[in-house]
């Protein structure tokens, strides 16, 4: 094992190294139960190199999400602008909205050999463990394709409130994440679970846009507001 920063310096997959470990171990066992020693144990590099490409556990959980959140928005971004292309300025139906921002997630879930299964677990189970220096930083890294995918909802259901949207976007989110996150409740409860992972894409959307329709809670006003 090297035994200065100087030299894992010179090896190139260094870095990656680090964020692979990083990366499923923060899935197996959170932010704060994973130890900086946990990491440099599994990437097989010591402390000073970790410290010197990353410099500190934060910072390496950020670079953790930064490196597949870039791409995975930037795949929906290309989505989106291919859906709107299409209509020429029409509307979008909503179900085209719903494929092209989910769409890339399920690709990535499914994708076993170069860590974006790893990294959706890890996602999923920062949704429901996040301190608050991960708040922010989600905040900002989701916030261009967030406030595009808002816009294309409000346009697709002109007749649904703009609040009522904005909620059912998050339901969804939480929705997906969970399916995704690796955590079988109902094979929990019922002992026995279908997770032909060829299905999983059809169900899903399927479930998003039956919510994204739902009738409205009563008294919410049908209003673009």
């Known amino acids: 094992m090297p035994n200065s920063a100087q030299t894992d310096r010179t090896a190139p997959d ?3 190294r680090i964020l692979d470990a990083a990366e499923w171990l923060f899935a197996e066992h959170g932010f704060d139960a994973t130890s900086m020693r946990m990491i440099t144990g599994k990437a097989e590099v010591n402390l000073a190199s970790v410290n010197y490409h990353f410099g500190s556990k934060e910072a390496l959980f950020q670079e953790v999400f930064h490196r597949r959140l870039a791409a995975l928005n930037q795949m929906r971004l290309v989505e989106l602008d291919r859906v709107e292309a299409e209509v020429e300025g ?3 139906k909503p179900s085209k ?5 989910f769409g890339p997630a399920l690709e990535m879930a499914a994708d076993m050999e170069h860590g974006g299964h790893t990294f959706m677990r890890l996602l999923g189970r920062t949704y429901t463990e996040p301190a608050e220096f991960i708040r922010k930083f989600m905040a900002v890294e989701y916030a261009e394709v967030m406030e595009r995918y808002t816009r294309a909802l409000y346009a697709a259901l002109p007749d649904v409130p703009k609040v009522e949207i904005v909620w059912r976007l998050h339901f969804m989110m939480g929705a997906v ?7 079988d409740a109902l094979a929990l ?7 032909d992972p060829a299905l999983l894409k059809p169900r899903l959307t399927a479930f998003l846009l039956g919510g994204l329709r739902a009738p409205l809670p009563e ?3 049908k209003t673009g507001a």
Do not use: K, M
């Not at 994440?177 to 955590?183: C, E, P, V």
């Not at 409860?189 to 997770?195: K, L, M, Q, S, W």
């Open 14 to 16: 260094t870095p990656t």
């Open 189 to 195: 409860v019922t002992g026995r679970f279908d997770d």
């Open 97 to 101: 909205v719903l494929e092209s921002f």
């Open 90 to 92: 029409g509307t979008i």
């Open 219 to 221: 008294g919410t006003l």
């Open 177 to 183: 994440s969970y399916a995704i996150s690796g955590i």
